[in-house]
């Protein structure tokens, strides 16, 4: 029996174990739902906190409970560790770490060259590799595939090389790990058969396809560049004085050829504000330049300016300048229902209102405190009084359970950039 029906076998019986490096968003949802189709899975990450928590049965990831990690700890299939060399043990490795941007928003894919380093030290035949984190396209064929085969070891032959793109959508009550179809690509044919067997008793809908990492960035992309546009259809609505949400509202009544996207105070979290330059850096490289990409993220980026010009705005109808008036910012997440923080556009909106001078306060029932740039911030708790005694309310991210009535009945000046409060409660 070759060395792939061998593995593919022994998926199929549930015999294998799985390694995932990197146990945040992405990893630890993944983990777990390998552990509920029957896998052993060992979690490595560099961070000591996030283990022993773990370990502790403390999930830090929101969508996933402590009861969801109880289970599968209980029936023995999970274990996290700081241990890289323990992912010998593994029979296939998911690697889901970090892909930001360096300072300039240049790909930062040190992370995965780390990963792929630690692979490197346990690397036997048998073994298969699956790339998890959004990068650009020839990410795994050309950084992971020789860094791997300098082992002695041959890909398609003695271990399994893919990417897999991970969707999850931090938040979402529908769409979780298992019932998001999944798209797979293996370096050779038999690394997609075994990437196959591997994932199919864990997702719903498996997507063989023989290149993956271009289609996460048209996804991201897609995103950014339908954001994008409504972003500039809030802008040239405002200037036309006409009410961007009944715009958008009354075209999404079109039944074909339209799609709702919804304007607001610009882009954040770890996927839509960041995998487009991948690919933008990606074609510099080949001579052309994204001009949808870069145009998207330029009015993206500008968008926290928009909304603070709309609170200097709003205070001088009242008499009030930016200098002086306190504003409160009613959410910082990145968007709803999550506690992300990570290139949430309220970070930038707070840092430009305070450096015009304003005092700022915040609430999030989701962020109770955060530090930024070495200032600490704290959620001031929402109350008529705190309402009240804002000069301004600027409503960023519309979490489900922010109490909006109240909101209307006490803010004295609000900012809606989300239309929570509905077009009705606009003051
Ligand atoms: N968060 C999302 O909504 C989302 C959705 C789809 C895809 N992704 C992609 O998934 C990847 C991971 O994102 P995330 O949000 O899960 O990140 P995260 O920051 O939540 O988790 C990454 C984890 O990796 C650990 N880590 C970093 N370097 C490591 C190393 N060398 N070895 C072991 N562990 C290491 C960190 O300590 C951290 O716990 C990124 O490429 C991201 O673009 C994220």
């Given amino acids: 029996?070759?060395?792939?029906?061998?593995?593919?076998?022994?998926?199929?019986?549930?015999?294998?174990?799985?390694?995932?490096?990197?146990?945040?968003?992405?990893g630890l949802p993944l983990a777990i739902e390998l552990g509920h189709a029957g896998f052993k899975v060992l979690g490595y990450d560099v961070s000591q906190r996030v283990v022993d928590g773990?370990?502790?049965?403390?999930?830090?990831?929101?969508?996933?409970?402590?009861?969801?990690?109880?289970?599968?700890?209980?029936?023995?299939?999970?274990?996290?560790?700081?241990?890289?060399?323990?992912?010998?043990?593994?029979?296939?490795?998911?690697?889901?770490?970090?892909?930001?941007?360096?300072?300039?928003?240049?790909?930062?894919?040190?992370?995965?060259?780390?990963?792929?380093?630690?692979?490197?030290?346990?690397?036997?035949?048998?073994?298969?590799?699956?790339?998890?984190?959004?990068?650009?396209?020839?990410?795994?064929r050309e950084i992971m595939l020789p860094a791997l085969e300098s082992t002695g070891l041959k890909v398609g032959q003695d271990f399994f090389l893919a990417f897999s793109p991970e969707r999850v959508d931090p938040g979402n009550p529908v769409y979780q790990t298992k019932n998001t179809p999944k798209v797979v690509g293996g370096i050779t044919p038999d690394c997609l058969r075994v990437v196959c067997a591997l994932y199919q008793p864990a997702i719903d809908v498996l997507v063989p396809v023989s290149t993956t990492e271009a289609v996460k960035l048209l996804e991201n992309t897609f995103r950014s560049v339908n954001i994008g546009l409504v972003n500039e259809m809030a802008i040239v609505c405002d200037k036309l004085?006409?009410?961007?949400?009944?715009?958008?509202?009354?075209?999404?009544?079109?039944?074909?050829?339209?799609?709702?996207?919804?304007?607001?105070?610009?882009?954040?979290?770890?996927?839509?504000?960041?995998?487009?330059?991948?690919?933008?850096?990606?074609?510099?490289g080949l001579n052309y330049k994204t001009r949808f990409i870069d145009l998207a993220g330029e009015l993206n980026t500008e968008m926290p300016a928009f909304w603070v010009r709309k609170v200097a705005d709003a205070l001088n109808e009242t008499g009030k300048a930016v200098r002086g008036s306190k504003v409160l910012v009613l959410g910082v997440a990145y968007k709803k229902d999550i506690e992300d923080l990570r290139e949430s556009p309220a970070l930038d909106i707070i840092r430009l209102l305070e450096g015009q001078g304003a005092q700022v306060a915040y609430h999030d029932p989701y962020v109770p405190k955060f530090e930024e740039d070495g200032h600490r911030f704290a959620?001031?708790?929402?109350?008529?009084?705190?309402?009240?005694?804002?000069?301004?309310?600027?409503?960023?991210?519309?979490?489900?359970?922010?109490?909006?009535?109240?909101?209307?009945?006490?803010?004295?000046?609000?900012?809606?950039?989300?239309?929570?409060?509905?077009?009705r409660g606009m003051k």
């Fill in 1 to 26: 029996m070759s060395v792939a029906d061998d593995l593919i076998k022994k998926a199929q019986a549930r015999d294998v174990r799985f390694g995932i490096i990197g146990l945040g968003y992405v």
């Fill in 241 to 284: 004085g006409v009410d961007v949400w009944e715009v958008i509202d009354a075209a999404a009544t079109k039944p074909f050829g339209f799609m709702k996207f919804s304007p607001g105070p610009g882009l954040g979290g770890h996927c839509i504000p960041i995998d487009p330059h991948y690919l933008a850096w990606k074609m510099r």
């Fill in 54 to 140: 773990l370990n502790a049965g403390h999930s830090h990831v929101k969508d996933i409970s402590d009861a969801q990690l109880a289970a599968i700890r209980e029936a023995g299939r999970f274990e996290a560790t700081t241990d890289g060399s323990r992912l010998r043990e593994a029979d296939a490795i998911s690697i889901c770490v970090p892909t930001p941007l360096s300072k300039f928003k240049d790909p930062d894919v040190s992370y995965i060259v780390a990963a792929t380093e630690t692979i490197k030290r346990v690397l036997r035949p048998g073994q298969a590799i699956i790339l998890e984190s959004t990068t650009y396209p020839g990410t795994t």
């Fill in 379 to 423: 959620s001031t708790p929402l109350t008529a009084e705190t309402l009240a005694g804002a000069d301004c309310v600027i409503v960023v991210t519309d979490h489900s359970n922010l109490d909006y009535d109240l909101v209307r009945r006490h803010g004295r000046v609000i900012v809606d950039s989300r239309n929570a409060l509905g077009r």
